[in-house]
C-alpha cells in the first residue's frame, strides 16, 4: 500500500509570508504527526491529530498550526516565517488512537528553505 | 520532560567492523521504545521496535537492539557493518499513558562505513 506523501518536496518563502504544507496518511490510518528536523535542534515534535482533533501540542510558537480533514489528510500552517524556520518538516501516520504500541511511518518531508 | 540521549554524534567505521550506538533515555514509567535509520535524501525508516516481552529485538537488515530498563538504556548493535549502512540513526521513546503519541527522538548519529 501506499506510503505517507507529503507535498510539495520542497519550498523557498520570504520572511514574512506563510506557508501550508501537506500529508496524505497511509490508508486506514488515523493518526498523524509533524515533526521539524533542523541540523541544530534535530527531530522536535511539532503536534498530533486524530479523528480532526489536536491532541498534542509541542513547544512552538503560535505561528505554527495545523489541522485534519475527515479522511485523515493533514495540512500544517506556518505563518509570518522566520529565517529559523528553514527546516525539513516530517510528518508520521499512526495506526489508531491508544498509546499503546503503535509505530510511526514517516514521509519524506517536505524542505521548508525561509530566505 | 523525558529525554533522549545519543551520546555517539559521528561514528566511523571500516566494514566488517562491528557496531553499538549508545541511547538513553529518562522516563520513569512504561515506553514504546524505537530506532529510526535515515539514508542520505531518504525518510525515515523503522529499523527495529520495543513494545515489550524478550528485551533483545532484532530488526531489519541485521541490527538488533537490547533494552536495559535498570539503565534506561536502548543500545543498537550489528555483527558486521556494511559500506550501505552509512546513514544517521535515531533513537526515539514514546511514553505511554494518556492518548499521546509523541516521539522523542535523540540527536542522531551519524554513521560513516568506510569501504
Known amino acids: 500500500k501506499a506510503g505517507v506523501t507529503q507535498t510539495p518536496r520542497y519550498l523557498i518563502k520570504t520572511r514574512g509570508q506563510q506557508v501550508t504544507l501537506s500529508c496524505s496518511p497511509i490508508?486506514?490510518?488515523?493518526?498523524v504527526s509533524w515533526y521539524q528536523q533542523t541540523p541544530g535542534q534535530g527531530l522536535q515534535f511539532l503536534f498530533e491529530y486524530f479523528s480532526e482533533t489536536q491532541r498534542n501540542k509541542g513547544n512552538f510558537p503560535g505561528r505554527f498550526s495545523g489541522r485534519q480533514f475527515s479522511n485523515s489528510r493533514s495540512e500544517m500552517n506556518v505563518s509570518t516565517l522566520e529565517l529559523g524556520d528553514s527546516a525539513l518538516y516530517l510528518c508520521?501516520?499512526?495506526?489508531?488512537?491508544?498509546?499503546?504500541?503503535?509505530?510511526?511511518?514517516f514521509g519524506q518531508g517536505t524542505r521548508l528553505t525561509v530566505v | 520532560a523525558q529525554s533522549v540521549s545519543q551520546h555517539n554524534h559521528h561514528v566511523i567505521l571500516s566494514e566488517a567492523a562491528s557496531l553499538e550506538l549508545g541511547c538513553n533515555y529518562s522516563y520513569g514509567g512504561t515506553v514504546n521504545l524505537f530506532w529510526y535509520v535515515q539514508y542520505p535524501g531518504q525518510h525515515l525508516q523503522l529499523l527495529l521496535k520495543y513494545f515489550s516481552g524478550d528485551p533483545l529485538v532484532k530488526g531489519i537488515k541485521g541490527f538488533e537492539a537490547e533494552f536495559i530498563k535498570s539503565k534506561f538504556s536502548f543500545n543498537l548493535r550489528k555483527p558486521s557493518v556494511q559500506w550501505s549502512d552509512t546513514a544517521e540513526y535515531f533513537c526515539a521513546v514514546n511514553p505511554l499513558g494518556g492518548s499521546a503519541r509523541q516521539l522523542t527522538f535523540g540527536s542522531g548519529t551519524q554513521l560513516t562505513v568506510l569501504p
Open positions: 490508508s486506514g490510518h488515523r493518526s
Open positions: 508520521a501516520s499512526m495506526t489508531q488512537g491508544g498509546g499503546l504500541n503503535t509505530e510511526a511511518f
